[in-house]
């Protein structure tokens, strides 16, 4: 089973950074497709980003310009760099992974983003 285990979520001003982490316990060349989702209360869970085995990025639109993914095969972690932090991103946000026929889910980390 694999398992997918988030960190560096907190509390942060607006207009503050945070910098999602998402270890991998299966290497994360396995999956075709990395991204982080995100749920705010009383709304569903939604994209924020995701990069793909070949390198591309998609992106919400309320986040272009301000969030970053990347991943790390060799240390199996997937980031997301969060800049200009405004308080419509406090929400939990979720790590993703999708295989040829599988996917898996992090159990969550908060970001709350208030002054």
């Known amino acids: 089973q694999v398992q997918l285990v988030e960190s560096g979520g907190g509390l942060v001003q607006p207009g503050g950074s945070l910098r999602l982490s998402c270890a991998s316990s299966?290497?994360?060349?396995?999956?075709?497709?990395m991204g982080w989702y995100r749920q705010a209360p009383g709304k569903q869970r939604e994209l924020v980003a995701r990069?793909?085995?070949?390198?591309?990025?998609t992106y919400a639109d309320s986040v272009k310009g301000r969030f970053t993914i990347s991943r790390d095969n060799a240390k199996n972690t997937v980031y997301l760099q969060m800049n200009s932090l405004k308080f419509e991103d406090t929400a939990v946000y979720y790590c993703?992974?999708?295989?040829?026929?599988?996917?898996?889910w992090g159990q969550g980390t908060q970001v709350t983003v208030s002054s």
């Open positions: 993703n992974a999708k295989g040829w026929a599988t996917e898996y």
């Open positions: 299966r290497s994360t060349s396995y999956f075709n497709t």
């Open positions: 990069i793909v085995s070949g390198g591309s990025t």
